[in-house]
């Protein structure tokens, strides 16, 4: 079974990553970056990325100020993208250690569940009130929902 591809959104706050947010999409085409940036970027944020092409196209789009920098090697990525390095190594560390696999059907859910608890990693007394508003305001999904 091939990688799902994940387009990764972390906002920096210098010395710790602030919101978080990934989305699987079928490509990593313009259209589908370009609907991604118009969901989560606001009028004159600053965008950073790698130097993949469809990035440009798509963010000529958007009202942002974009940055992007060609990574010459693997190695040099982490250093220049590091909270998406940092939040890609979260996530297949947490799929591998708890689920051990997930299948690209249900991906989305998995990337959104952990989103979730890293945006709330600093309102640990809030987390139980929130987790149930989510709960209750959740469409629930059936076992044959699952498994269609």
Known sequence: ????KVVVSVE???R??????MSKV???SGNNISRIAGDHLTDNSKVKTDGWP??????KEQNV????????????APKLLPWVHTMLANIKGNIRGVYRGVSNKHLQR????FSYRFNRRFWEDQLFGRALCACLNT????YSELKA
């Open 26 to 28: 079928d490509s990593m």
């Open 139 to 142: 469409h629930t999904i059936t």
């Open 12 to 14: 920096d706050r210098g």
């Open 54 to 59: 469809a990035y440009r196209s798509a963010l």
């Open 1 to 4: 079974m091939g990688k799902g």
């Open 65 to 76: 100020e974009h940055e992007y920098v060609v990574v010459g090697s693997g190695k040099e």
């Open 16 to 21: 710790k990553a602030g919101f978080a947010k």
């Open 110 to 113: 998995y990337l959104d569940e």
